[in-house]
């Protein structure tokens, strides 16, 4: 089943292109994360989370598997990570709307119903973050 998550957000495509791109400061739009290190840079780059939900604390290992700077794509694999979510890939696509409007979509596979809602909480925390953090 295809999990998705689009949010509109006033800013130039190129600005949110670059926040994702760039794999640093996740926790600047995913307010679950307390704090995020990059090891490399670029496709290959590895990141840690450190993830807090109510009294649960926890890691999740990711690695930015595909940069596709001609279709501002993105895919990331979690490594590590609850077991839900654990195994996935999540897609990032940013197009521009106009001058000063873009579309962010966040997208997955699941199986699992659990990782379904888990996923679509996380993208859209991750949606209205970004849209907080440029607007």
């Given at each position: 089943?295809?999990i998705?998550?689009?949010?509109?957000?006033?800013?130039?495509?190129?600005?949110?292109?670059n926040?994702?791109?760039?794999?640093?400061?996740?926790?600047?739009?995913?307010?679950?994360?307390?704090?995020?290190?990059?090891?490399?840079?670029?496709?290959?780059?590895?990141?840690?989370?450190d993830?807090?939900?109510?009294?649960?604390?926890f890691?999740?290992?990711?690695?930015?598997?595909?940069?596709?700077?001609?279709?501002?794509?993105?895919?990331?694999?979690?490594?590590?990570?609850p077991v839900?979510?654990?195994?996935?890939?999540?897609?990032?696509?940013?197009?521009?709307?106009?001058e000063?409007?873009?579309?962010?979509?966040?997208?997955?596979?699941?199986?699992?119903?659990?990782?379904?809602?888990?996923?679509?909480?996380?993208?859209?925390?991750?949606?209205?973050?970004?849209?907080?953090?440029?607007?």
């Amino acid at each position: 089943m295809l999990i998705s998550n689009s949010t509109q957000i006033n800013v130039s495509s190129e600005k949110i292109w670059n926040t994702l791109k760039s794999f640093r400061g996740v926790e600047n739009y995913l307010p679950i994360v307390t704090k995020s290190v990059v090891e490399g840079s670029g496709q290959g780059s590895k990141r840690t989370c450190d993830v807090s939900i109510g009294n649960h604390s926890f890691q999740i290992i990711e690695t930015l598997e595909i940069i596709d700077e001609s279709n501002h794509t993105l895919t990331v694999f979690l490594n590590e990570g609850p077991v839900q979510i654990k195994g996935m890939k999540f897609t990032f696509v940013v197009k521009s709307q106009g001058e000063n409007t873009s579309e962010v979509t966040i997208n997955t596979n699941v199986e699992n119903p659990d990782a379904a809602s888990m996923a679509k909480s996380i993208f859209s925390m991750m949606g209205q973050g970004l849209k907080k953090l440029y607007e």
